[in-house]
């Protein structure tokens, strides 16, 4: 319990150092590049707009109701994307020829940009939530693969060929071996795809959804409203530092359950 009470006590601080960075360098870039304040809003703006001005509880509400939409969408997008991440590297790991066969098909999905396959998607799917899962699953996907199938084969083979002398198959070896060595890549792989799944989710709302965050950043934008922008823009940014902590954190408890140990 110590122990996680100190783990806990550095995320917060990392935290709150990650916020205070982000919150120097946007000052900084006001005042580097001279930006209008018409345009360009500075943290007590931001601050005024959701805790001061009149309408600041509307603000609020406007603002969480956008960020619970995103956090939706974010979270159909990453499920999907880690799951199917997660079965095609087993397969890889089973069988090469699996790999070579859909690796390019993989590839092609990272390659080829989203904005580009976004009409086909919707004309597919829709608008609703299955077109959220696919387009943030493609966003998570290959990423997220890479770091994982490189996790499954970071066993040592003396370890593999010790459970193959003692009858396990291939998919025991996966369970008893590779996927407890595999822990740090996946966990590696998850840390990138946290944000990378809230981008997936903001573009989708920008492009096919219509709501949340990312809809409502260039439905302020056309109305000229540069307070809310800005408000969008430094809520889904503090949430995306929290959860990528907050994952951290979650990665450091179950490392060091399975005996991992990280350097300082």
């Given at each position: 319990?110590?122990?996680?009470?100190?783990?806990?006590?550095?995320?917060?601080?990392?935290t709150a150092f990650s916020?205070?960075?982000?919150?120097?360098?946007?000052?900084?870039?006001?005042?580097?590049?001279?930006?209008?304040?018409?345009?360009?809003?500075?943290?007590?703006?931001?601050?005024?707009?959701?805790?001061?001005?009149?309408?600041?509880?509307?603000?609020?509400?406007?603002?969480?109701?956008?960020?619970?939409?995103?956090?939706?969408?974010?979270?159909?997008?990453?499920?999907?994307?880690?799951?199917?991440?997660?079965?095609?590297a087993v397969l890889f790991?089973?069988?090469?020829?699996?790999?070579?066969?859909?690796?390019?098909?993989?590839?092609?999905?990272?390659?080829?940009?989203?904005?580009?396959?976004?009409?086909?998607?919707?004309?597919?799917?829709?608008?609703?939530?299955?077109?959220?899962?696919?387009?943030?699953?493609?966003?998570?996907?290959?990423?997220?693969?890479?770091?994982?199938?490189?996790?499954?084969?970071?066993?040592?083979?003396?370890?593999?060929?010790?459970?193959?002398?003692?009858?396990?198959?291939?998919?025991?070896?996966?369970?008893?071996?590779?996927?407890?060595?595999?822990?740090?890549?996946?966990?590696?792989?998850?840390?990138?795809?946290?944000?990378?799944?809230?981008?997936?989710?903001?573009?989708?709302?920008?492009?096919?959804?219509?709501?949340?965050?990312?809809?409502?950043?260039?439905?302020?934008?056309?109305?000229?409203?540069?307070?809310?922008?800005?408000?969008?823009?430094?809520?889904?940014?503090?949430?995306?530092?929290?959860?990528?902590?907050?994952?951290?954190?979650?990665?450091?408890?179950?490392?060091?359950?399975?005996?991992?140990?990280?350097?300082?």
């Open positions: 319990m110590k122990t996680f009470s100190k783990k806990l006590g550095k995320s917060v601080l990392n916020l205070v960075v982000v919150t120097v360098l946007w000052v900084l870039a006001l005042w580097v590049f001279d930006v209008s304040p018409y345009i360009g809003k500075n943290p007590l703006d931001v601050y005024n707009f959701l805790f001061t001005v009149e309408r600041a509880v509307e603000n609020q509400q406007l603002v969480l109701t956008a960020l619970g939409q995103t956090l939706y969408d974010s979270s159909i997008g990453f499920t999907a994307g880690i799951t199917i991440a997660t079965l095609v790991a089973l069988s090469k020829g699996i790999e070579q066969a859909l690796m390019p098909i993989a590839m092609l999905l990272r390659s080829v940009p989203l904005i580009a396959m976004t009409p086909i998607i919707i004309l597919i799917f829709g608008r609703g939530e299955v077109t959220v899962a696919v387009m943030g699953a493609i966003v998570v996907l290959f990423p997220a693969l890479v770091n994982i199938v490189f996790g499954l084969r970071s066993v040592s083979p003396s370890m593999g060929d010790l459970v193959e002398v003692y009858g396990a198959n291939k998919f025991k070896q996966l369970r008893t071996v590779a996927f407890p060595s595999s822990l740090p890549a996946f966990f590696a792989a998850v840390k990138i795809s946290v944000p990378g799944a809230i981008t997936g989710a903001l573009l989708v709302e920008w492009l096919a959804t219509g709501s949340g965050i990312g809809y409502g950043i260039v439905s302020a934008v056309g109305r000229a409203k540069a307070n809310e922008v800005w408000a969008y823009v430094v809520v889904i940014t503090v949430i995306s530092i929290v959860l990528y902590n907050l994952v951290a954190l979650l990665e450091d408890y179950v490392l060091e359950r399975y005996g991992f140990t990280k350097s300082k």
